[in-house]
């Protein structure tokens, strides 16, 4: 798929198909997070992968907003520092780029991705072993998608181009 392609077809998918994802295509979507720019290289991530369906149904259980965990593929947990205040921010961002990095990554492949949040940080250290000094700061499920393939949209939910853009000033 083209690069615009895939971000044209990219997607929230929480309805998985039961196919498991290569290791060769999840390695490369990892790798795409791995590749992405950080503030000052921090490289402040780290990358948990769960494809046992016992473990992912556990993980699930983390936000309310997660349920779809459980029947992913795969779901990459992004682990972060137990940032201080003054650089969660910076953090933040450069873990959002590391995520929507993975999700063309994936969309390339037509794999499907979403996003969930984490509630329970008590809950999602113990499932997934994180040490002290580590936040599981977001669950990307990944699978096919168990419904209609990704294809791009012609016509996103989103804010009219002409409304979000100002050219010049605003
Ligand atoms: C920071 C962030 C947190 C999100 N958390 C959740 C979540 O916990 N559960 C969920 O189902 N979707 C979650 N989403 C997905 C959004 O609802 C989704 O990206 C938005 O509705 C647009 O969907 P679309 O790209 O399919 O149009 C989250 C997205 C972002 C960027």
Known sequence: ME????????????????????DGDLDRILE???RSP????TQPWDFVVVTDREQLAELATVWQGAGHVAGSAATVAVVAP????????????DLGQAVFS???AAADLGIGSGHAVVADQELARRVLGLPE??????????GYPAER???PLSRPERR???EVVHRGRW
Do not use: K, Q, Y
């Not at 990219?10 to 998985?16: A, G, H, K, M, P």
């Open 3 to 22: 690069t615009w392609d895939a971000i044209r077809s990219r997607r929230d998918v929480r309805v998985f198909a039961e196919r498991p994802i290569d």
């Open 32 to 34: 795409a997070g791995r």
């Open 38 to 41: 950080s503030s000052r290289n």
């Open 82 to 93: 137990a940032a201080e205040e003054a650089t969660r921010a910076t953090v933040f961002f």
């Open 102 to 104: 993975m999700m063309v």
């Open 133 to 142: 000094d580590r936040i599981c700061a977001h669950l990307v499920p990944l």
């Open 149 to 151: 393939p990704l294809r």
């Open 160 to 162: 009219p181009f002409d």
